[in-house]
C-alpha cells in the first residue's frame, strides 16, 4: 500500500489546478487524506467571501487523491457537497477524509473541511464522494 501511496503522491505534484490554489498534501494513508489551502483575495466571490468552489476544489483535490490510492484508476461517480459555514477571508482551509467503503467497482468516501483559526476548528463543509475503479492500474510496473 506505501507503494501505492507514493504513486498518487507523484500524481498530485503535476496538479497544476490544484497547484495554481496553494492545495498542500499534509498526510496521505491507505484509508485516509489531510490537505490544506490559504483563502487568497483572487479566491472570493463578488460578496468579498471564500468562492464555494474553492472550497468544493479542496475537498476534491482530496477525494480525487484519495480515491486513486490503490494503484486502480477512479474517476467521480458522484459528488455532493453542503456548506455550513462561510469562512473567513484569508484563513486557513483544512480537509480530512476518508475511505468508507471499496469493492472491485466502487469506492465510498466522506470529507469534512474546517476552517483552522489558531487551533480553532470551524466546520465548513462535508462532501459524500463515490468513485467508479476503472480497473486499470495507474502504474502497471506496480501490484495492484
Same mark, same amino acid.
Given at each position: 500500500?506505501?507503494?501505492? &501511496?507514493?504513486?498518487? *503522491?507523484?500524481?498530485?505534484?503535476?496538479?497544476?489546478?490544484?497547484?495554481? +490554489?496553494? =492545495?498542500?498534501?499534509?498526510? +496521505?494513508?491507505?484509508?485516509?487524506?489531510?490537505?490544506?489551502? /490559504?483563502?487568497?483575495?483572487?479566491?472570493?466571490?463578488?460578496?468579498?467571501?471564500?468562492?464555494?468552489?474553492? @472550497?468544493?476544489?479542496? $475537498?476534491?483535490?482530496?477525494? #480525487?487523491?484519495?480515491?486513486?490510492?490503490?494503484?486502480?484508476?477512479?474517476? $467521480?461517480?458522484? &459528488?455532493?457537497?453542503?456548506?455550513?459555514? #462561510?469562512?473567513?477571508?484569508?484563513?486557513?482551509?483544512?480537509?480530512?477524509?476518508?475511505?468508507? #467503503?471499496?469493492?472491485?467497482?466502487?469506492?465510498?468516501? @466522506?470529507?469534512?473541511?474546517?476552517?483552522?483559526?489558531?487551533?480553532? /476548528?470551524? +466546520? @465548513? $463543509?462535508?462532501?459524500?464522494?463515490?468513485?467508479?475503479?476503472?480497473? /486499470?492500474? =495507474?502504474?502497471?510496473?506496480?501490484? *495492484?
Amino acid at each position: 500500500m506505501e507503494k501505492h &501511496c507514493e504513486i498518487v *503522491q507523484r500524481l498530485f505534484e503535476d496538479d497544476g489546478y490544484a497547484r495554481s +490554489l496553494g =492545495i498542500v498534501l499534509d498526510e +496521505l494513508t491507505g484509508t485516509t487524506v489531510r490537505m490544506h489551502m /490559504r483563502l487568497g483575495p483572487a479566491m472570493h466571490n463578488f460578496y468579498g467571501r471564500p468562492h464555494g468552489a474553492v @472550497i468544493y476544489s479542496l $475537498a476534491d483535490a482530496a477525494f #480525487s487523491v484519495l480515491g486513486n490510492n490503490t494503484n486502480n484508476v477512479s474517476v $467521480a461517480l458522484d &459528488c455532493s457537497i453542503t456548506y455550513h459555514a #462561510s469562512p473567513e477571508p484569508g484563513s486557513l482551509l483544512v480537509v480530512e477524509g476518508e475511505n468508507l #467503503s471499496m469493492n472491485k467497482r466502487t469506492g465510498s468516501y @466522506i470529507f469534512t473541511v474546517y476552517m483552522d483559526k489558531e487551533g480553532d /476548528r470551524t +466546520l @465548513i $463543509a462535508t462532501m459524500k464522494s463515490v468513485s467508479y475503479r476503472t480497473g /486499470r492500474p =495507474i502504474d502497471p510496473d506496480a501490484d *495492484q
